[in-house]
């Protein structure tokens, strides 16, 4: 109907990390063919908040993490990868910066 054949790569653990249409990049070995005589793009939301992959391909099936899925994922990856400030830190670091600079304007 198309013409075109939607493929995604994937790593070890089976997320999906790359999808793509033959209308615009050339299979190469790996990758997962999943749609024949399809349209010419293929951009499925890859990432929960830009970290986590959403799709996993398990034994030949293309599946879609749950939410609850993905909050966990995103729970485990902020207690392995913290945030070196909170906001309140942030914002009291940038306003003590203003009232500095603020002094050293006025030779205070």
Known sequence: MF???????????????????????????GDILVAEDAGRHYNP??????????LQYVNGELKERTEDELSVLWSQYLDEHPFPKSQ?????????????LASLQLGV
């Open 88 to 100: 309140e830190e942030e914002i009291a670091e940038l306003k003590q910066l203003v009232a500095d």
């Open 45 to 54: 939301d890859l990432w929960y908040n830009a970290v986590i992959p959403r």
């Open 3 to 29: 013409g075109y054949s939607h493929y995604i790569r994937v790593d070890s653990g089976g997320n999906v990390i790359h999808t793509f249409s033959s209308a615009f990049e050339q299979q190469m070995e």
